[in-house]
């Protein structure tokens, strides 16, 4: 969670943060217009029934998880939420007095509502609906794969082989006349800032990376995966090793997504 949160768009986490405290900004601004304590305030919602009491103080924080999830059907709670308050609004300016625009009551709902569409409008565009949609390109969901590109042996074997890239799930392993055979675990063998790692991985599929042959492995042992490989790639990370995906903004991992899917 920590890691999502840390490497989401700071788009989604903008909006995310404004629809949490959507709440707080709404009591502070009606205890100052109707010049009442917020302790009053709070004990008149509580007492306007239990329905109110939610629409009040859950509705938009609501909205708000359904945008930090950044799920498919998280997508739909969002925008069916933003749609209805947007409804909602739109109910309440008919049944104001339009002449007085000077009423800041009148003004704070026009803009909310102004707001509430121009938001529909961002996530209903191609790019963001996409991320929600496809899996594939929540570019922060992934784990990164660091270019190392180390020798290795499989078994204790003198036979080397090279470790193109690896992440906390698993490795691409190539080498000259490697034929392993999938579904199989062998125990690799690397020397890394002279340390000695040994981790067992299986065979998942033979593939072709970058005009290079050879298998993607996954680390097999929950065991090395903790103590070996997590505090390997977190050293590769702090020394700035290649990796993918980058870290960049999602509308730019996305357009490229649109773009090339094909």
């Known amino acids: 969670m920590a890691q999502g949160f840390s490497h989401k768009p700071l788009s989604i986490l903008i909006i995310t943060g404004i ?14 217009y109707f010049d009442i304590e917020i302790v009053s305030l709070l004990k008149l919602q509580i007492e306007s029934g239990m329905l109110n009491f939610c629409l009040y103080f859950f509705l ?14 998280s997508y739909y709670i969002f925008i069916t939420i933003i749609l209805l308050s947007i409804v909602y609004n739109i109910f309440n300016l008919h049944l104001s007095n339009y002449s007085e625009y000077h009423n800041p009551m009148l003004f704070a ?37 660091y270019d190392v590109g180390i020798d290795c042996t499989l078994n204790d074997e003198d036979k080397k082989y090279t470790i193109k890239n690896i992440s906390e799930s698993g490795c ?34 033979h593939f072709t990376y970058n005009d290079t042959t050879g298998y993607g492995l996954k680390f097999c042992n929950p065991k090395d995966v903790a103590t070996t490989v997590r505090p390997l790639v977190g050293i590769l ?23 090339y899917k094909r």
């Open 19 to 32: 629809l949490l405290l959507e709440p707080l900004f709404k009591t502070l601004f009606y205890a100052f």
């Open 109 to 145: 709902l026009i803009v909310v509502s102004i707001l509430n569409i121009a938001v529909v409008g961002y996530f209903l565009s191609p790019a963001i609906k996409l991320a929600y949609m496809d899996p594939r390109i929540r570019w922060w969901e992934a784990k990164p794969r």
């Open 60 to 73: 938009y924080p609501l909205a708000g998880i359904s945008v930090f999830i950044v799920k498919k059907w």
């Open 237 to 259: 990370s702090k020394l700035n090793f290649p990796r993918r995906p980058e870290k960049r903004k999602v509308i730019r991992k996305v357009e490229y997504f649109l773009r």
């Open 172 to 205: 691409f392993l190539a080498g000259e006349n490697l034929k392993l055979v999938p579904g199989s675990a062998y125990e690799l063998k690397f020397d890394l800032f002279d340390i000695i790692f040994k981790i067992k991985a299986e065979v998942i599929h």
